[in-house]
């Protein structure tokens, strides 16, 4: 398989890793978000009728708060692309049952599929390997099976179900 690290795939590794490993965070940021967002627009109601710059702010802040929990994915998966190293964005695959090569310009590196946990979109198998680590890889770039065939071998190979991601 061949992917690049670009900002839809890292959007959509993003949404793999929320949607997985991190849903316990998940929860408690959202219950955040809208927590902050009914305060926000709570404090933006003038209720002596006189719209004043503290009404304005909260308003503000409501309005980013929605934002952000809009934009979530893509704001992590923009941050994410941010910290790819220089030479790492194109990652040649090469999967075994025992284990799985990657290869980009700058380094060549085996790993184990026992630490992973998979998930799969329309366009791309996400490994998860912990709360702040994943690897994503295009299905189009497939080659030497279908897709049906590589879930099988993950499914496997890992012992773990392969999560499906929206």
């Known amino acids: 398989m061949h992917t690049t690290y670009d900002r839809p795939a890292m959007t959509v590794m993003a949404r793999g890793s929320r949607k997985t490993i991190n849903q316990k965070r998940n929860r408690f940021f959202h219950v955040w978000i809208y927590a902050v967002l009914l305060l926000g627009i709570l404090c933006a109601i003038p209720l002596d009728g006189t719209l004043t710059s503290s009404n304005i702010i ?8 929605l934002a952000t929990r809009i934009l979530e994915d893509y704001l992590d998966g923009w941050i994410a692309y941010r910290c790819v190293l220089p030479g790492t964005e194109q990652v040649d695959a090469t999967f075994t ?57 993950l499914e496997t190979a890992t012992g773990k179900p392969i999560f499906p991601i929206k």
């Not at 025992?98 to 329309?122: H, V």
Request: aromatic share 14%.
């Open 58 to 65: 909260s308003g503000l802040v409501a309005i980013f708060m």
């Open 97 to 153: 049952p025992e284990q799985y090569c990657t290869k980009s310009k700058i380094s060549t590196t085996k790993w184990s599929y026992e630490t992973i946990a998979a998930a799969e979109s329309p366009r791309y198998f996400i490994f998860i390997l912990g709360q702040k680590h994943a690897q994503i890889y295009d299905k189009s770039s497939l080659t030497g099976g279908n897709c049906e065939q590589f879930c099988a071998l």
